[in-house]
């Protein structure tokens, strides 16, 4: 009797421990936000020029007018004149440098790894010569941007004791942000059999490969001018894909609420976008907020189960507010994530990411990345 007591209530237990089972796994849901610059630019002044100089061999497979449209910032107006931000592009010659043969000697053995038989392949590349450089004129602010003498004097001035009770806000400096592109770009034929049909394919598509490897080389240039011009000043639209920490133990009590939420933030966060005030969906999304903040004193204690558990819930609050652009209420939850003692990096990232993200905001004087 007593064995089968005993027996009874130790089955009992392990059902138990295994209902409390807490597995946790990532569930997405969609981000959308504005990339803040690293220069604030007053809404009233986000203008920018372009000027496109371009040589005759770049123009004939690549036309200025195309490149100058090419070339954007975005939250920025289009202007001819007198542009907060000026963009300047040159291409110069394109020239044929050389061309080089390389062979490739197939060989069959046999089984007793005799050679049998031999096969030579030949391929050409042909190579050419680029040049070409961008400018970003535009006003900084930002103390990486500016010259060691620059930095200097304004140490200078801050330990002058006359001035120390003086305004420290200067105007805008005008800065240039340049580059070169690339020098080189070259053309491999397949592999032929026959050194002349290499040779003859070389010569019959020779205009068309030229073309091609201009129009690369524009287009690739493009892509960096633009991210580098709007890493600057552009306020760029961004769709990411995120993830909370779900519970993922069907026997665990709050797996069905779990997934209720879930599927609520999955649902919800289709409206968010960059170009959209989130006002309503932080709203919408606070019965959520409210579930995982009464997970944070539901599951005490240090059994590491309870631990997981709340390590979750930190973790979901910390990122829902920072994507919400509440840095203050992130960088709490990471705090708590942090002495929670469960994966403290995760904490230790958003409070770097939140306290970034407050002096961003501050900077642009914005409330949130989501503005119509």
Request: aromatic share 12%; glycine share 4%; with cysteine.
């Amino acid at each position: 009797m007593i064995y089968a007591i005993l027996t009874a209530a130790l089955v009992s237990v392990a059902f138990g421990t295994q209902a409390q089972k807490v597995d946790l796994d990532r569930f997405y849901f969609d981000a959308g936000y504005l990339i803040l610059p690293k220069e604030y630019t007053p809404a009233d002044h986000r203008t920018f020029g372009v000027r496109v100089l371009c040589s005759p061999s770049v123009a004939s497979a690549f036309p200025e007018s195309a490149i100058y449209e090419k070339i954007g910032l975005s939250g920025f107006q289009r202007v001819e004149n007198n542009p907060a931000v000026g963009i300047t592009v040159e291409f110069g010659n394109v020239r044929f440098e050389k061309s080089e043969t390389k062979t490739r000697v197939e060989e069959k053995k046999d089984k007793d790894g005799k050679v049998t038989s031999q096969t030579t392949y030949y391929t050409m590349t042909v190579r050419y010569s680029f040049s070409g450089n961008y400018k970003i004129i535009g006003a900084r602010t930002d103390e990486k941007s500016l010259s060691r003498k620059e930095k200097e004097k304004s140490k200078d001035l801050q330990n002058n004791r006359f001035l120390q009770a003086a305004s420290q806000t200067d105007p805008a400096k005008s800065v240039t942000t340049s580059g070169y592109f690339p020098y080189e770009l070259s053309y491999t034929t397949i592999e032929y059999k026959n050194l002349a049909d290499a040779r003859r394919y070389i010569e019959q598509n020779q205009q068309t490969i030229r073309t091609d490897l201009i129009t690369k080389y524009v287009t690739d240039a493009l892509v960096r001018v633009n991210e580098d011009a709007n890493r600057w000043y552009g306020y760029v639209p961004t769709q990411t894909r995120e993830f909370l920490w779900i519970l993922d133990s069907k026997s665990h009590p709050e797996y069905p609420i779990q997934q209720e939420a879930i599927k609520a933030v999955k649902e919800l966060s289709k409206r968010m976008a960059a170009t959209q005030p989130i006002d309503q969906l932080a709203r919408d999304l606070q019965p959520v907020l409210d579930y995982f903040q009464e997970l944070k004193t539901k599951y005490p204690g240090l059994d590491k189960r309870n631990q997981k558990m709340r390590y979750s819930a930190f973790y979901n609050l910390m990122v829902l507010n920072y994507f919400l652009d509440r840095p203050d209420q992130a960088m709490e939850e990471a705090d708590g994530l942090i002495k929670n003692g469960y994966d403290t990096k995760d904490g230790e990232k958003y409070l770097g990411w939140s306290e970034e993200l407050k002096q961003m905001l501050a900077k642009h004087q914005m409330d949130s990345r989501h503005v119509q």
